[in-house]
């Protein structure tokens, strides 16, 4: 028994929705286009240092990842998709000009995600489904997952559309951007076709193979790099990955800042979509093997994740009685209430963070190049230093290393060397004796007790630890 709902408190509630979604998404991207916080860390700053190269050279490199056989710093050891649409955004090649890019990335994203489940979600689906995209890419900032995100989506929904030539394009181009998800989502593709599918494909290969070729070759010939030295690069981080063991379960897929329960919400898709076709079970080893056996490594399955949720919501999964059945209808509405709501705390816990850490340090890029530039003009030389300081100084002033220095360190006296500690990576509590922190703390709140670290541009200045 369905018990309808008076049209009042169904009007009411989609504007419920609508205002929570855009009171954590409007923030956002003020803070993206604002205060570019929060500062890019991690993974992110190294490929949102490429982007900003890039665009300022016309090169694709970074120091800080030093994979390049050769010595230089040539970035060839991943896809160049995500880096290369940044640096081609980036309206100034400044760090400014990366958020914008980035920001422009997640809202084109989001638009798309609520517009292609609209007709079979409703309002409320599509606009949950938003949320979740957004949180995910929110997260991943620079990574490449982000742009990912918006491929293996756009390729499901040309698919889900019967645009041949145009979701095999859309996929092909994964593997430029983030190989490892190219490889799930090939798979899962395979996966989910039947054997209509398969003969279709084989029929109307005449009319869309060779551009989809064509388009590969032009891509090889456009590589800016042999792309010899991108097999290799890709192969070794691979080597590198597969001898992993590190991280927990719990940082990752329970606690999983700004996604929470993140491991919870990923295998309630997983499982529905299984219930509902079979042949997805086949996906378990690669989920196992690029996601859960190296938390960290979680990123990996996040395009996945997305595409899941979309089969779900557009019933890709599974047989007509089983899309038309009650408690199918009731899971999929369920998982993907659970799925919005956990994301849309995540991306109000970022938004708090973020709002926090300006109010509290006003650690902004240009106050830290100008806190920079006094320390220089007080004969004070840098060695180790944040690794956002790739975002305004040439990629030639920094010694290749996975630890961002600089290469005048090695030129200057031991007496005026310091070392400058992001603390965004070792919070605010001093990491050695004899440093002291800047900007000067503005004084701490209830939020203090969440939030730890700034996450903004401010480091700590200490003594220089080893002597280059």
Known sequence: MTVALNPAVRVAGRAVLFALAAGVLVPRFFLYLSLQFPAPTGDGVL???????????????TPLYPLDPAGLYRYIWHGIGQPALVSWLNPDCSNAGNFFALAAIIMTTLLIAAWSVRGRAGLAGSLLFALVVAAVQVKQGFRPETLAVLLALGSEILRS??????????????????????????VYVALSLNGLDWKDLAVTARTWLLPVVALQLLLVVLYPFPVRDLINGLAAQGAQFADRSDGDLFSYFIRSDFLPLFGLSFILVYV????RKRWLLGLAPLIWFYGFRVPPAYYNILPLYVVLLYGLLVQIHGSLEQQRS???????????????????IGLL?????DVY????????LDSAVAQYQALRADNRIACEVPPYFTLFLE???FVPSYVATLKECSDSTPAGRVDLLAATQVGQALPREGCTPWPIDAGDSALGLVFRRDSGYSFHLCPAAVEP
């Open 357 to 364: 850490s300006y109010i509290r340090y006003r650690g902004t």
């Open 326 to 344: 009650r408690l199918a209808i009731n899971m999929q509405g369920f998982v993907t209430m659970v799925a919005g709501l956990l994301a849309w």
């Open 395 to 397: 990629s030639s002033s």
């Open 161 to 186: 559309r019967g645009y041949r030539g145009g979701w095999v394009a859309c996929a092909s181009l994964l593997a430029w951007t983030h190989p490892t998800a190219f490889v799930i989502h090939s």
């Open 272 to 275: 529905l979509a299984v219930v």
């Open 47 to 61: 490929f949102a240092s490429v982007s900003v190269f890039h665009c300022a050279t016309g090169t694709f490199e």
């Open 349 to 353: 816990q970022g938004d708090l963070r």
